[in-house]
C-alpha cells in the first residue's frame, strides 16, 4: 500500500492535535493581518507606492542576492557533505565541525568582521560574500545528514551496473538529496528575505533594510507596508518553487537497509585541492570575523569589559533562547506530523502558510504582535510571552524542516501497528512518533536556539524593559563604532552559540 494509502485509510487526524496545528500556523495570519490592514488603509494608493523607481530597484536586489546566495549555498553545502560522507578526505570529523561552526557566528559579525578590513567593503559582491559564508551550512547540515542515512547499496547497485562515480552520484545520490538540500535552500532564501544587520551593515538595500528605515522615519507607515506586501508575495514564489522542486518520491521505507559506512570514493591527487577548499572556506567563514573581534579587543579604545552588564545580557540570552527553542520546536510537531501522515492541499496549506512569518523582517512580525496585543491582550504587552511568541512565528520553519524529514524517514506502517495494538493517537505520539523524530527535533532545536540568540529587531521592540540580549547589545556598540565595546558581546555571543553548533554535528562524527 502507498504511503498516501495508508495515511488516508488507517490514520485519523485527532481533533486536538489539528486543533493545535490549526492554531500554530495562525500566528502566521497575525503579520498577514498587520499587512493587509495596512494596504486596506493605504486603499487606491497602494499602486502608488508600490509602482516606483524604487521598489524596482530594491525587487532587483533582493531577487538577485536571494538567487546568487541561495545557489551558492546549495553548491557549496551539497558538494562539501559529499566531499566529506562520500570521500577518502582525511581528517573528516575535523571538516564536519568546521562546516557547521559558521552556524555560531552571527551573520551582522561576520559582516562587521569583513566590513572592518576596508570601508569600501559594501555593495552586492560583500552581502553576497558574507550571507553565503553565514548561511551555507543550513544546507550542509541537511545534506550531510541525508547522505549518512542513504543505504549505499543503491549507489554501489550503480556502479555494478557500469556507472562511473559523477554518473552514479548525478543519477542515483542527488535525487535522493534533493528533499533536504532543497529544504536547507529554502530556509537560505528566507533568511535572507528577512536580513536586516549584515545588509545594513554592508550598505547593500533590499526590502527588508528599506522596510526598516520606512518605519524609523514614519512609524507604521504605509509606505513600510506596501513594501511588506512585496516580501510577502516573494516568500510565496519561494515556497511554490521548493514545492514543486522537492516533488513526493516516499523516501521512507521498513527495514535498516545496509547502516554501514561506504566504500569511500578515492580522489586520488585531488585530496589535497579538496582539502585546501574546505581549509579556504573555513579561514573565510571563521578566521576573518573570529581574528577581527581579537583585533578590536587588543587595539581599540573603547575596549571595555562590563562584567556586570555583559553577566546580565548573557543570562537573558540563554535564557530566552532555551524558552524559544523548546516552544518552537512543540508548536512544530503536530504541524510536521499532519503534512507527514495526512498529506493534501489542507495540510500543505496549513505547513507553506507557517513560513510567511520567516520572511518578514522581524520589525514586522514585531509591530504586528504589539498592535494585537495592545487591542485586544494588553496583559501580554512588553512581556516575555509576547516575545516568546514573536519567536515562534519568525523561526517556526527552522525547527519544522528537520521535524519533517525525520517524519518522512520514518514509516507510516508503524503508527498503523501502534493503532492495531490499541495504542491510542496520544501513546502513538509520545511511544512511536517522538523517539522517531527525536534526532530532527534536537536539530531543529538548536537551530532556533542559534536563530533566537542573534535575532535583532523584535528583540528591541518586544522585550520587557530593561532586558538586553548579547545581540542588542553588540549592535547599540557597533553602529556606534565602538567596536571594543562591542567585542565582548561578539565573543560571548559565539561562546554562547558554539555548544548548539557542536550538537549539529554529533550525529555526523557518530
Known amino acids: 500500500m502507498t504511503e498516501r494509502g495508508v495515511a488516508g485509510a488507517g490514520l485519523r487526524l485527532p481533533p486536538l492535535r489539528a486543533a493545535v496545528a490549526l492554531a500554530v500556523a495562525g500566528l502566521s495570519v497575525i503579520p498577514l493581518w498587520y499587512v493587509g490592514s495596512g494596504l486596506a488603509t493605504a486603499g487606491g494608493g497602494f499602486v502608488d507606492l508600490v509602482w516606483r523607481p524604487r521598489v524596482g530597484e530594491l525587487l532587483v536586489n533582493t531577487v538577485s542576492l536571494v538567487v546568487a546566495v541561495t545557489a551558492a549555498c546549495l553548491v557549496i553545502g551539497v558538494g562539501a557533505a559529499w566531499l566529506v560522507e562520500r570521500t577518502d578526505l582525511p581528517l573528516r570529523p575535523l571538516w564536519t565541525v568546521l562546516n557547521a561552526a559558521p552556524l555560531a557566528i552571527p551573520a551582522f559579525v561576520n559582516s ?28 550542509y547540515l541537511p545534506a550531510a545528514a541525508a547522505l549518512r542515512d542513504t543505504d549505499p547499496a543503491f549507489d554501489e547497485a550503480a556502479r555494478s551496473l ?12 542527488l535525487p535522493r538529496l534533493r528533499p533536504a538540500a532543497l529544504g536547507g535552500g529554502l ?4 533568511h535572507l528575505l528577512a536580513e536586516f544587520g549584515a545588509i545594513q551593515s554592508l550598505r547593500f538595500d533590499t526590502f527588508t533594510t528599506a522596510i526598516y528605515d520606512q ?27 521548493e514545492l514543486r522542486l522537492a516533488g513526493r518520491a516516499r523516501l521512507a521505507r521498513v527495514g535498516s537497509g545496509s547502516r554501514r559506512r561506504p566504500v569511500p570514493h578515492r580522489l586520488g591527487r585531488g585530496r589535497l585541492l579538496a582539502a585546501a577548499a574546505l581549509l579556504l572556506l573555513a579561514v573565510a567563514a571563521l578566521g576573518v570575523p573570529l581574528g577581527r573581534i581579537g583585533y ?3 587595539v581599540s579604545t573603547s575596549t571595555a569589559f562590563p562584567a556586570a552588564e555583559l553577566a546580565r545580557a548573557t543570562a537573558s540570552t540563554v535564557v530566552l533562547g532555551l ?23 489542507a495540510s500543505r496549506l496549513v505547513e507553506r502558510g507557517t513560513y ?42 527552522l525547527a519544522l524542516v528537520g521535524l519533517r524529514s525525520a517524519l518522512a524517514q520514518s514509516p507510516p506502517e508503524l503508527d ?44 528591541l521592540l518586544l522585550a520587557p524593559t530593561g532586558t538586553r540580549t548579547l545581540a542588542t547589545q553588540f549592535w547599540s556598540e557597533s553602529t556606534a563604532i565602538h567596536y571594543g565595546a562591542a567585542a565582548p558581546y561578539a565573543l560571548l555571543m559565539i561562546l554562547v552559540s558554539a555548544p548548539m553548533a557542536y550538537l549539529l554535528t554529533r550525529e555526523a562524527r557518530a
Open 215 to 241: 518605519y524609523q522615519a514614519y512609524f507604521g507607515g504605509t509606505g513600510a507596508t506596501a513594501l511588506a506586501s512585496v516580501l510577502v508575495l516573494l516568500c510565496l514564489v519561494l515556497l511554490v518553487a
Open 296 to 298: 578590536w579587543l587588543v
Open 356 to 397: 510567511i512569518g520567516h520572511a518578514l523582517p522581524g520589525i514586522v512580525v514585531a509591530l504586528a504582535l504589539i498592535t494585537v496585543g495592545i487591542r485586544y491582550v494588553p496583559a501580554l504587552y512588553q512581556s516575555t510571552t509576547m516575545l516568546v511568541v514573536a519567536y515562534v512565528t519568525l523561526f517556526l520553519p
Open 162 to 173: 557500469g556507472c562511473g562515480p559523477w554518473r552514479a552520484f548525478a543519477r542515483i545520490t
Open 112 to 139: 562587521f568582521g569583513w566590513s572592518s578590513l576596508s570601508p569600501r567593503f559594501a555593495g552586492f559582491g560583500a552581502a553576497f560574500l558574507v550571507t553565503t559564508l553565514s548561511y551555507y551550512p543550513l544546507v
Open 416 to 459: 498503523e501497528v501502534g493503532r492495531t495494538l490499541g495504542v491510542g493517537p496520544g501513546g502513538i505520539l509520545l511511544r512511536v512518533t517522538v523517539p522517531l523524530v527525536a534526532r530532527g527535533a534536537g536539530a531543529g532545536a538548536a537551530l532556533v536556539f542559534l536563530a533566537v540568540v542573534t535575532e535583532l529587531t523584535s528583540t
Open 323 to 345: 524558552v524559544g527553542a523548546a516552544a518552537t520546536t512543540a508548536a512544530a510537531l503536530p504541524v510536521a506530523w499532519l503534512v507527514v501522515r495526512r498529506p493534501g492541499w
Open 187 to 190: 530556509l537560505v532564501g528566507l
